[in-house]
């Protein structure tokens, strides 16, 4: 069964601080996105990563960028935080280069920017 | 920009009954358009998907019905139980990207015992 895994279920920082969210998955899965989801809006891409070290912008990318220096682990990072990324954020997986396969999600993380 | 639209909001519906939930999409780069089920503090789950040579797929109490003229498709929840009781989103492939999705709204599903 795939696993996805984010480092932290809650977390709270402060404005203008740097943050990381970190998300591991357990399948090989070349691709592996970060989601936003607030009430009403459903889930917005943020960025998504095809391969190692490759990224691409997905709908909602300002004040955010990405990491992934190996296949398993995609990181997202706050650039300064801002109060108007308080959200719970969502990562996922997939497999294959054809798209049309499901993705996998973790739990998520709920971060609160103070 | 890009959007799926998905109704209702929310949807209340007897123990036993049956829960409807429609999405409407716009342009697509490829065919595959799936149901995700996400309870309370949960990430969603893949419920069911659907590649369009067919007009329906059916898996247990859970039906995708397809209308590619019309770009909509819609969940059909039968004989629904309060353990249904979720968030359901649907899900269209961007028209600009190999693996880039679209997600709907959601829906909030109460199934009263």
């Known amino acids: 069964d795939v696993k996805v895994t984010q480092s932290s279920r809650y977390l709270v920082k402060r404005t203008g601080e740097k943050v990381f969210l970190e998300c591991v998955q357990d399948m090989d899965h070349e691709n592996m996105f970060w989601y936003r989801q607030d009430p009403g809006l459903g889930l917005r891409l943020i960025y998504f990563?095809?391969?190692?070290?490759?990224?691409e912008k997905g709908d909602i990318p300002e004040g955010y960028s990405v990491s992934r220096e190996k296949k398993e682990r995609f990181s997202l990072i706050l650039e300064s935080a801002s109060t108007n990324q308080t959200s719970m954020y969502l990562c996922?997986?997939?497999?294959?280069?054809?798209?049309?396969?499901?993705?996998?999600f973790g739990d998520g993380t709920r971060l609160s920017i103070l | 920009q890009q959007q799926v639209k998905q109704s209702p909001q929310s949807l209340i519906v007897q123990k036993g009954g049956i829960s409807i939930i429609n999405c409407a999409y716009e342009?697509?780069?490829?065919?595959?358009f799936p149901w995700y089920q996400q309870f309370p503090g949960k990430g969603p789950a893949l419920l069911i998907a659907?590649?369009?040579?067919?007009s329906e797929k059916k898996e247990g109490r859970f039906t995708i019905s397809f209308n590619k003229s019309a770009k909509q498709f819609s969940l059909h929840i039968m004989d629904s139980q309060p353990g249904d009781s979720a968030t359901y989103f649907c899900a269209a492939p961007s028209a600009s990207g190999t693996y880039k999705y679209i997600f709907g709204t959601g829906t909030r599903l109460k199934v009263l015992a």
């Open positions: 990563s095809y391969d190692v070290k490759m990224k």
């Open positions: 996922a997986s997939s497999s294959g280069r054809e798209g049309d396969q499901p993705q996998h």
């Open positions: 659907i590649r369009p040579d067919v």
């Open positions: 342009n697509t780069a490829f065919d595959y």
